[in-house]
């Protein structure tokens, strides 16, 4: 199967803050152990809506450097097909012309203490895709896959609505792994968002004696019953922790995963789960947060873990999707051109209209 490869394609393009334009640019060459890829689709994260706004944990400020170094193309829950492939590359990566296949986030340097322990998913230098120029990401026409990422196939006959959500539903299978979940266990997950609604699914693979989604929204509530979730209950409406205290004799819940991303959501975490229980922190926060900390320590003796993107997660991600051992229907809401990169960010940062916006270059 061969394809001409144009000289140049459509991409956007981060220069700064809110100046992510459309742009014709070179279509990459691949290199010695590269890979170029025709993409297919590509998510819209909230880190990407971050980035867009400018936040310093991006940009840099007062308080920490920056991370991003623009110019760079944004995306990085993406799958594609393989357009064409560097000297070499065929026979290391089993890889032909065609096929259908995603990489993860995170391309690991190889050569930090992290990579060189086994825990490359914490890897120093942390090139993500989408967030710096020599790795850069999938809200384009192609993008170009580095000798040193983790690349995965993705079955031809998985559907893009469901195949596209590779990347969250690894970030959750990681969370959930944190989680230590036992029978018996009654599990909160907090924040219905998409990787949220992949954890209900997931911690219900685990045989706990029941799951309960929180959210703000009636919408993602409603699909996080139909993931699975024994209780979905609204904060706003619901007297939430007095909820989970009934369902648990009085002591609270045994296992809380904060994925909501909202200062509140810890403190109703830290209030709802019993003593010896097991806290596991996901989301990126847009400012600090303050709790009584008091809680981990002299209060309850909580575990407390923290879960960042995804640690060998992607196979078992593939899997679940691939043989439906978690529904993720519905989840993806809206699928836009690259000309509407603007009103997917929108959508994204409201949140009200959409669940998961995906690009379709
Ligand atoms: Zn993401
Ligand atoms: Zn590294």
């Given at each position: 199967m061969t394809t001409t490869i144009p000289a140049t394609m459509r991409a956007i393009v981060a220069r700064a803050p809110h100046d992510w334009k459309l742009e014709r640019v070179p279509v990459p060459e691949p290199g010695p152990g590269e890979v170029l890829v025709k993409v297919e689709a590509c998510g819209v994260c909230s880190s990407d809506v971050k980035a867009y706004k400018g936040a310093e944990s991006y940009?840099?400020?007062?308080?920490?450097?920056?991370?991003?170094?623009?110019?760079?193309?944004?995306?990085?829950?993406?799958?594609?097909?393989?357009?064409?492939?560097?000297?070499?590359?065929?026979?290391?990566?089993?890889?032909?012309?065609?096929?259908?296949?995603?990489?993860?986030?995170?391309?690991?340097?190889?050569?930090?203490?992290?990579?060189?322990?086994?825990?490359?998913?914490?890897?120093?230098?942390?090139?993500?895709?989408?967030?710096?120029?020599?790795?850069?990401?999938?809200?384009?026409?192609?993008?170009?896959?580095?000798?040193?990422?983790?690349?995965?196939?993705?079955?031809?006959?998985?559907?893009?609505?469901?195949?596209?959500?590779?990347?969250?539903?690894?970030?959750?299978?990681?969370?959930?792994?944190?989680?230590?979940?036992?029978?018996?266990?009654?599990?909160v997950i907090s924040g219905a968002g998409p990787i949220g609604l992949a954890m209900v699914g997931l911690a219900q693979l685990r045989g706990p004696k029941a799951v309960v989604s929180l959210d703000l929204n009636e919408g993602r509530l409603e699909l996080a019953r139909s993931f699975g979730a024994d209780y979905a209950l609204n904060p706003k409406t619901t007297d939430v922790?007095?909820?989970?205290?009934?369902?648990?004799?009085?002591?609270?819940?045994?296992?809380?995963?904060?994925?909501?991303?909202?200062?509140a959501s810890i403190t109703q975490g830290l209030t709802m789960i019993r003593k010896l229980g097991r806290f596991v922190e996901f989301s990126v926060f847009g400012e600090p947060a303050s709790v009584d900390w008091s809680f981990i320590g002299e209060k309850k003796e909580l575990d407390l873990y923290g879960s960042h993107i995804s640690a060998f997660t992607y196979p078992v991600a593939i899997d679940f999707l691939n043989r439906h051992r978690i529904k993720m229907d519905g989840v993806v809401t809206q699928v836009l051109p690259l000309e509407d990169m603007e009103e997917a960010i929108h959508l994204v940062a409201d949140g009200t209209k959409s669940i998961k916006v995906v690009l379709k270059p």
């Amino acid at each position: 199967m061969t394809t001409t490869i144009p000289a140049t394609m459509r991409a956007i393009v981060a220069r700064a803050p809110h100046d992510w334009k459309l742009e014709r640019v070179p279509v990459p060459e691949p290199g010695p152990g590269e890979v170029l890829v025709k993409v297919e689709a590509c998510g819209v994260c909230s880190s990407d809506v971050k980035a867009y706004k400018g936040a310093e944990s991006y940009w840099g400020g007062p308080s920490m450097p920056a991370w991003v170094k623009p110019p760079f193309i944004p995306g990085h829950e993406f799958i594609g097909h393989v357009a064409a492939l560097g000297a070499d590359t065929a026979e290391r990566l089993g890889l032909a012309v065609g096929d259908r296949v995603t990489a993860e986030q995170l391309v690991p340097c190889g050569a930090c203490r992290y990579c060189v322990r086994g825990q490359s998913w914490m890897c120093q230098v942390h090139n993500i895709f989408g967030f710096q120029g020599i790795v850069n990401g999938a809200w384009a026409e192609y993008m170009s896959f580095p000798k040193e990422a983790r690349i995965h196939k993705i079955p031809a006959d998985l559907s893009m609505e469901i195949a596209v959500l590779t990347e969250p539903v690894s970030c959750g299978v990681h969370a959930v792994e944190r989680a230590k979940i036992e029978f018996g266990d009654v599990v909160v997950i907090s924040g219905a968002g998409p990787i949220g609604l992949a954890m209900v699914g997931l911690a219900q693979l685990r045989g706990p004696k029941a799951v309960v989604s929180l959210d703000l929204n009636e919408g993602r509530l409603e699909l996080a019953r139909s993931f699975g979730a024994d209780y979905a209950l609204n904060p706003k409406t619901t007297d939430v922790i007095s909820a989970v205290r009934d369902m648990t004799d009085g002591y609270g819940c045994d296992v809380y995963i904060e994925a909501a991303g909202h200062p509140a959501s810890i403190t109703q975490g830290l209030t709802m789960i019993r003593k010896l229980g097991r806290f596991v922190e996901f989301s990126v926060f847009g400012e600090p947060a303050s709790v009584d900390w008091s809680f981990i320590g002299e209060k309850k003796e909580l575990d407390l873990y923290g879960s960042h993107i995804s640690a060998f997660t992607y196979p078992v991600a593939i899997d679940f999707l691939n043989r439906h051992r978690i529904k993720m229907d519905g989840v993806v809401t809206q699928v836009l051109p690259l000309e509407d990169m603007e009103e997917a960010i929108h959508l994204v940062a409201d949140g009200t209209k959409s669940i998961k916006v995906v690009l379709k270059p």
